[in-house]
């Protein structure tokens, strides 16, 4: 099963509205997790580094304030796309390693759609 | 800083023939290396990765890959397709040691089979 799990898978949103995506480790505790966006036909693209308990780095170029990042527990962090316009649907994609032995796990990805 | 580089973007292949993706990497430390499968408008899917050890990994469905320290390099191979392995291919790299290492994407390498 999923090691990493992320939610919703799909969502759709009017523009102007804000969007949060949940990635939970359910088989390990992590104190760092990224998250990582992806335009049709393109790689993914690193944002954001999510360490628990104290702020996110960020990517250059990435907006911190439009792409807040929360980890308040060792297993949750959450990616929130404020204000969302149409330019910002994508893939957006969680990861995490395991401490234990420095394993990659990502999550299924969210598909944004922002109408 | 680390970087991936795959440059093949578009390689068609005959049904039944062998493959070989190419990715080169740069880091300055003993590299985590990955190869990721993504079918249209899905997420990722792990085929191998390298850690540690033995240089040449197997992967899932078929796949195989080498890690050869002197040339950088973490070539995939298959010794013969199906029409089922067309999709995008990502190369990536991480550091080996430490939960907190950020994993980089290649630009990834589109398979296309034919008949």
């Known amino acids: 099963g999923a090691v990493v799990s992320q939610h919703p898978s799909r969502v759709i949103c009017k523009s102007g509205t804000s969007v949060k995506i949940e990635c939970r480790s359910l088989?390990?505790?992590?104190?760092?997790m990224f998250w990582y966006r992806q335009f049709p036909k393109q790689s993914l693209m690193l944002m954001a580094t999510?360490?628990?308990?104290?702020?996110?780095?960020?990517e250059q170029g990435v907006e911190k304030d439009k792409f807040l990042i929360n980890h308040a527990s060792l297993t949750l962090s959450t990616l929130t796309v404020t204000s969302a316009h149409p330019e910002d649907s994508s893939f957006y994609i969680c990861?995490?390693?395991?401490?234990?032995?420095?394993?990659?796990?990502f999550g299924q990805g969210t598909r944004l759609t922002v109408v | 800083a680390q970087s991936v580089t795959q440059p093949d973007i578009h390689i068609t292949v005959s049904e039944g023939a062998s493959l070989e993706l190419r990715c080169n990497y740069s880091?300055?430390?003993?590299?985590?290396l990955f190869w990721y499968v993504q079918s249209p408008g899905q997420g990722l899917q792990l085929l191998l990765k390298?850690?540690?050890?033995?240089?040449l990994v197997q992967g899932i469905k078929g796949f195989e890959a080498e890690f050869k320290r002197s040339q950088s390099s973490f070539n995939l191979r298959k010794p013969s397709v199906h029409w089922s392995d067309a999709a995008e291919y990502f190369c990536?790299?991480?550091?080996?040691?430490?939960?907190?290492?950020?994993?980089?994407f290649g630009s990834g390498t589109r398979l296309s089979i034919r008949p």
């Open positions: 990861s995490a390693r395991d401490p234990r032995n420095t394993e990659a796990f």
């Open positions: 088989d390990f505790q992590a104190t760092t």
């Open positions: 999510s360490n628990e308990g104290s702020k996110a780095t960020y």
């Open positions: 880091y300055g430390a003993t590299p985590y």
């Open positions: 390298y850690f540690s050890g033995d240089t």
């Open positions: 990536a790299v991480g550091a080996a040691g430490g939960s907190a290492s950020k994993i980089i």
